[in-house]
């Protein structure tokens, strides 16, 4: 039986090419998704125009998760897409299982694609006898098969050095910017301040008041390292009296340090608080906290889904499938996530 015919390329010195045989395969890409967050996969794949890749997915009465992958996806490029809102340890498992499925079914390269990182806030041992857990998620994601991992306004920018491969840290500032640069009156523009709820996030808040052209307040704040989610608000750096202040941060929890800020606000002569955020957390009872008279509009994006019970008349969700969507494009072929944002990312 003869042969069939292989394409082969020659040694060429001069430009630096090896010898070699060349693969009839093309290169493919199949999106995944787990169970956190299935619209926002549905509406990733539907920006790329794919579908997701038909799954099983069981959960037995002992707790214990099975997921299986019912069509080949050996030698493909698999981006697998979960977000990591309540119950986040389940959706951790199941990440860690379908990572296993992937790497076990052949997948060429597989990418975890996580809007929101989970354990984020645990970047750093703050006292003694304390884990860094967000290097613990990414030391599993890379155990279990991850070749490289995708996230959205990590709280630290040095979880990336916590993956040992390529990350691609997304920023939801341009989807944001675009609402409010449609949005705000001229009144509002004319009166803006950009104000950091702490001094954590003043490099972000600066990016933000170039951006907008508008001058950049601080609030200084407190927080018992012995008390999760209590804070006092001490004294604001900046000019807010007669301003329409623009809170930002990369995520809302209980929203006790973004409600305390805006009353501080309001309280210094602030005419109105509009706040900004990536990551809607909303832990009870955020969506009533938020609703105080003290904000006047929250602004965030759809990394986490956000039940109807937790949304209110003054919430606001801007789509992020768009931006992930453009970036596993551009990962996919080989192009540049970095111009996505200016050569900031």
Same mark, same amino acid.
């Given at each position: 039986m003869a042969r069939k015919k292989v394409k082969t390329v020659d040694l060429d010195r001069e430009n630096d090419i090896a010898p070699g045989l060349v693969a009839r395969t093309k290169k493919r890409l199949v999106v995944g998704t787990g169970?956190?967050?299935?619209?926002?996969?549905?509406?990733?794949?539907?920006?790329?125009? $794919?579908?997701?890749? @038909?799954?099983?997915?069981?959960?037995?009465?002992?707790?214990?998760?099975?997921? &299986?992958?019912?069509? /080949?996806?050996?030698?493909?490029?698999?981006?697998?897409?979960?977000?990591?809102?309540?119950?986040?340890?389940?959706?951790?498992?199941?990440?860690?299982?379908?990572?296993?499925?992937?790497?076990?079914?052949?997948?060429?390269?597989? $990418?975890?694609?996580? @809007?929101?990182?989970?354990?984020?806030?645990?970047?750093?041992?703050?006292?003694? &006898?304390?884990?860094? /857990?967000a290097r613990l998620v990414a030391d599993l994601w890379k155990t279990a098969g991850a070749d490289r991992v995708m996230s959205v306004d990590l709280h630290a920018a040095q979880i990336q050095g916590f993956f040992d491969g390529p990350v691609d840290h997304l920023f939801a500032k341009p989807v944001l910017l675009e609402y409010f640069e449609r949005t705000l009156s001229e009144h509002d523009r004319t009166h803006l301040t950009v104000v950091s709820p702490d001094t954590g996030r003043v490099r972000v808040a600066d990016t933000w008041s170039d951006s907008l052209g508008a001058p950049l307040a601080i609030i200084h704040k407190r927080r018992d390292p012995k008390v999760a989610n209590q804070v006092t608000v001490n004294e604001i750096v900046g000019q807010v009296d007669g301003r329409v202040c623009l809170l930002v941060d990369d995520m809302i929890d209980t929203g006790g340090t973004i409600v305390k800020a805006a009353e501080a606000l309001k309280k210094n002569g602030a005419q109105k608080v509009i706040v900004a955020a990536t990551h809607a957390i909303f832990s009870d009872p955020a969506a009533e906290k938020l609703q105080s008279e003290a904000i006047d509009e929250v602004v965030v994006t759809d990394t986490i889904p956000i039940p109807p019970e937790k949304q209110f008349p003054t919430l606001t969700i801007l789509p992020i499938a768009p931006l992930l969507a453009r970036a596993i494009h551009e990962v996919f072929e080989d192009g540049s996530v970095t111009s996505m944002f200016d050569g900031a990312a």
């Open positions: 169970r956190s967050h299935p619209a926002l996969a549905a509406a990733v794949t539907q920006e790329l125009g $794919t579908e997701l890749v @038909p799954t099983e997915y069981r959960t037995f009465a002992s707790g214990e998760i099975l997921t &299986r992958f019912e069509v /080949s996806i050996r030698g493909c490029d698999f981006f697998l897409i979960q977000t990591f809102g309540p119950p986040v340890n389940e959706w951790l498992m199941e990440t860690l299982i379908m990572l296993d499925a992937a790497k076990r079914a052949s997948a060429k390269r597989i $990418t975890v694609v996580a @809007p929101y990182y989970p354990y984020s806030r645990q970047d750093k041992k703050g006292r003694g &006898r304390e884990p860094i /857990s």
